[in-house]
């Protein structure tokens, strides 16, 4: 029995990757901007990355430049480091965690079950923003991919799926979606249960999903939404594994940047409705 996501009083924002951490700062901005009023703390987790000590003093430059009072980098790469309670306490002072990118099943193995994942849903629950990029991003949903060829996944078997952190259920989401050609790993899973949403984030694009489950599209990048609730037919439950998958109708949408999604009615929303919607929303 898989454990429900927490009841969520903050944003999430998963980006595509490749964001602008040097220049204009676009998606960092809005991810910082969504922080508590009173928390301008941030704690960068760098556990996806082999990389650690390259990465995290970039995000440390931008998040000081959008004003963070104070950046705390965490280099938590074991599960005795996840289970440490100075870094759980650290990222209980926080009002943005946010995820590097790396190898999304590196970030469940160390942090599943962990006493700073606890403290990061914690923290969800209590307002802050959860963010994360490229394998930060993928990793957030119930369930996640965690490998899979992009040239030709539309077989059956060919993308490997997992329990995701549960920040989020009802989707799964994949990252450099445009840029490495990734479509038919999202159509397979849509294949293998349409219930699950797919978010496809392109590179320098991101979604923001807000507390009551509705998606914005920020970044100067696409966002793709591959919705199967409607699939009229698939043949994946009767192939030899490896074997071709036929689906019809899969719907499929382009999001750009002040287009949204309503999660849970499975609606696309132009600007203007997404306006209004979150207007709504602030008025309640």
Known sequence: MTSRPPAVCGHIVAIGGAEDRSSELAILKRVFELAPEDNHEVAVIATASSIPEQVLPSYEAAFERLGATQVHALDIQDRQQAADADNAQLIKRSGVIFFT????LRLTTVLGGSA???AIRERLRAGAVVAGTS?????MPS?????????DALRKGAVNMTFGLGFVRGMVIDSHFLERGRFTR?????ASNPEQLGVGLGEDAAVIIYPNRILETIG???VIIIDSRDLASSNIAELEMGEPVAIENMILHAMVSGHGYDLDARRYLVAEELKAVLAGRHQE
Do not use: F, K, W
């Not at 394998?135 to 990793?139: E, R």
């Open 116 to 118: 700073t994942l606890r």
């Open 135 to 139: 394998a930060g991003a993928a990793a």
């Open 101 to 104: 990118g790396g190898d999304q």
């Open 143 to 151: 369930t996640m991919i965690y490998n899979g060829s992009a040239s």
């Open 186 to 190: 999202l159509m397979e899973v849509g």
């Open 220 to 222: 100067p990048g696409h």
